[in-house]
């Protein structure tokens, strides 16, 4: 069993559509982290989430430590924003990292 | 804005050759990593290095790897005999602390052939 679960592993929207992205976890866990990779390869850290609720722009990030689960919401989706978007959980020292979300958005 | 560089951008070399990747973390961090994806899957963590030894290691991270930070502002990933299958994209990472966000570069693509 993947200690990292993301759904839906595709996603496909219209512009301006409202994005929801979920990552359920089974580990014990310090930090959860939600990354954005471009085609090219490139990471890039979006944010990084202990409790509660962050926000930065159009993206909105919660975790509910209870019941082990984060979603990554991105309002007035736009096509830029089309890419793999991963859900890694910090353990230890490491991260362990979700199979990634495939984001779509056409105009 | 500080950014992690990673060199080269895509690497090739024959199996059975040492390939050493470079990284140059931001500046005032204290923790590197390295991870790796494969072409279609997802991304492994490799090794964690602090304090100039390694903190963490996973089962992929064998005798084949190592890491060194030589000179107090590269770390690099060596590969002392490269197969196949460790074709992949290669990414290193800094924080400031061990619980802290972590910063990316851009990976360096190895192909072995």
């Known amino acids: 069993k993947n200690e990292v679960e993301q759904s839906p592993q595709n996603l496909t929207a219209q512009e301006g559509e409202f994005i929801t992205i979920n990552c359920s976890y089974s580990v014990g866990i310090s930090a959860l982290h939600w990354l954005q990779q471009h085609p090219g390869g490139g990471i890039v850290s979006l944010f990084m989430l202990s409790s509660g609720k962050k926000k930065h722009g159009r993206l909105i990030a919660t975790i509910n430590i209870q019941e082990k689960h984060s979603s990554l919401h991105i309002t007035a989706s736009h096509p830029r924003d089309s890419a793999v978007y991963i859900c890694?959980?910090?353990?230890?020292?490491?991260?362990?990292w979700g199979a990634g979300t495939k984001l779509i958005i056409k105009p | 804005e500080p950014e992690v560089t990673q060199t080269p951008s895509h690497q090739v070399t024959q199996m059975g050759q040492e390939v050493i990747l470079r990284c140059v973390p931001i500046?005032?961090?204290?923790?590197f990593y390295w991870y790796r994806q494969i072409l279609g899957q997802k991304v492994e963590f490799l090794v964690s290095?602090?304090?100039?030894?390694?903190?963490?290691k996973s089962e992929i991270f064998d005798d084949q790897f190592s890491v060194e930070r030589p000179d107090g502002s590269n770390f690099t990933l060596k590969i002392r005999s490269t197969k196949l299958e460790d074709s992949a994209m290669y990414f290193c990472?800094?924080?400031?602390?061990?619980?802290?966000?972590?910063?990316f570069g851009q990976g360096t693509r190895l192909t072995v052939v």
């Open positions: 500046s005032n961090h204290l923790y």
């Open positions: 990472a800094s924080s400031g602390q061990g619980s802290a966000e972590a910063f």
């Open positions: 290095f602090y304090n100039n030894e390694i903190s963490e």
């Open positions: 890694a959980v910090r353990s230890n020292y490491q991260l362990i």
